[in-house]
């Protein structure tokens, strides 16, 4: 008979052992994986015309017998932006070098189809169910120009807050990988690599997503115009994402003295924060809400970011005239919320004015309230919008809001839409100045 030390030893050597053939069985079915698809797998390249030069690098994998390919929007876009200047090229895990055309896109799901001059003969099925949280998938990319890589991780549902469809990977994307396949340990793929946000925490589309795009393209073959279809994509998307806003039921939350918006939609995270110090004599209270992620048009241009912040401001033994100093010192950086440059955009073109807002506090009636308290507020607010110039009746929207009648106290109102119509815009800005309640 054993006695108790063997017992314990013989315990954990087969634990070690069922360890042990666990991670040689991974192993091996991982080696597997990359044999059967390696062949189906490409570096995407985007290369500028003048130098004959790499401008910069993604990966693609082949998804039919024809010789499409699906890669990321981002990897490709500067080939869309400017044909002139930049060519597409694949490099096969054998070495082989091509060509490629463009021939659809999704920008709101940062997709792209493409088409060798030469299609491989191998190709990855699309998966038309979706993973359980917690099953292993596998990313396939080209990290940092090194060759291919297979990086094992973690299904976890479609991430919470924003208003974009991601599978949250819990593997490590570099970059590089954009635009490579995560498939399950059937081979089929369940999504394409698209962002990480470091410690083992990436992001993937959906391949439902890719589904519709290959099912676009074959409804509608080359005759796609890619301007036109860039514009119907983000008109469609700012009416979904604006229809959700005003929709939804909107909380107000106490802010100083104050009561302002709250999280509208999951899709926007508030987060909040107080700064006060013996050397600041204002204390001032802020919440900023925001959603997540936003569409990528070019290395200088995104849109599709819905923004708001809100700011309280008081001190107690300051004259209203250090008070107002300090507070338009304060208050005098802001910026909109996402990049475009000269080639995007016009110039903000601002109205200013003075407006009157009553005083209505919830769940009071006017007349229980000090006479004093029954005067409006009074702010200064600018409403400001820039065009986007590819795409005339889409705008960013700059909106703030600075109360201007207390000695002591004072509340800042913000919003940057990006990429909406006139029509947006204006329902969205007569319903959050209608939201915030003064004391």
């Not at 929007?73 to 070098?97: F, I, M, N, T």
């Not at 003295?257 to 004599?281: F, L, R, Y």
């Not at 009636?365 to 009074?378: F, G, L, T």
């Not at 000695?407 to 990006?418: I, P």
Request: with cysteine; net charge negative; hydrophobic share 35%.
């Amino acid at each position: 008979m054993l006695n108790l030390s063997a017992r314990l030893l013989t315990l954990l050597l087969c634990c070690f052992a069922g360890v042990a053939f666990s991670n040689l069985a991974a192993a091996q079915g991982y080696e597997q994986l990359y044999s059967d698809y390696r062949g189906s797998l490409y570096q995407i390249r985007l290369i500028e015309k003048s130098s004959n030069s790499k401008a910069g690098l993604g990966s693609g994998f082949q998804i039919s017998e024809d010789g499409l390919i699906a890669t990321n929007y981002h990897v490709v876009a500067e080939a869309v932006s400017d044909p002139d200047k930049y060519v597409l090229e694949y490099l096969s895990v054998d070495g082989v070098k091509g060509t490629l055309e463009l021939l659809d896109i999704d920008v709101i799901n940062d997709l792209a189809l493409l088409r060798q001059d030469n299609p491989g003969k191998e190709y990855i099925q699309l998966a038309e169910d979706t993973p359980k949280k917690g099953e292993t998938i596998v990313s396939l990319g080209n990290p940092l120009d090194l060759g291919m890589t297979l990086i094992p991780g973690t299904y976890n549902g479609i991430a919470g807050g924003s208003f974009y469809d991601r599978i949250h990977f819990a593997g490590s994307i570099n970059p590089g990988m954009s635009g490579g396949p995560a498939i399950n340990t059937r081979g089929q793929v369940v999504g394409i690599n698209v962002a990480t946000a470091g410690n083992q925490v990436s992001f993937l589309v959906p391949v439902d997503k890719l589904a519709t795009l290959l099912q676009h393209f074959r409804q509608h073959g080359n005759a796609v115009d890619l301007h036109k279809l860039t514009h119907q994509q983000l008109l469609d998307n700012q009416q979904r994402i604006i229809d959700s806003i005003l929709k939804a039921d909107w909380q107000r939350r106490p802010l100083g003295e104050a009561k302002v918006v709250g999280e509208i939609v999951p899709a926007i995270q508030c987060w909040g924060n107080t700064q006060e110090s013996d050397d600041n004599p204002v204390k001032r209270i802020d919440k900023g809400c925001t959603g997540q992620e936003v569409v990528f048009l070019s290395e200088e241009f995104n849109t599709g970011r819905v923004e708001y912040e809100f700011f309280w401001l008081e001190a107690k033994d300051l004259l209203p005239s250090r008070f107002y100093a300090e507070y338009e010192q304060q208050m005098s950086s802001f910026y909109p919320g996402n990049t475009a440059g000269e080639k995007d955009v016009t110039k903000f073109h601002c109205r200013q004015a003075f407006t009157a807002q009553e005083r209505n506090a919830e769940g009071e009636a006017p007349e229980s309230k000090p006479e004093r308290n029954q005067e409006p507020i009074v702010a200064r607010t600018s409403y400001c919008v820039r065009r986007y110039k590819k795409f005339p009746d889409l705008y960013d929207i700059f909106f703030l809001s600075l109360s201007v009648d207390r000695k002591n106290r004072a509340l800042v109102s913000h919003f940057t839409l990006s990429g909406f119509t006139q029509e947006s815009a204006e329902a969205f800005t007569e319903k959050f100045t209608s939201e915030i309640q003064w004391p």
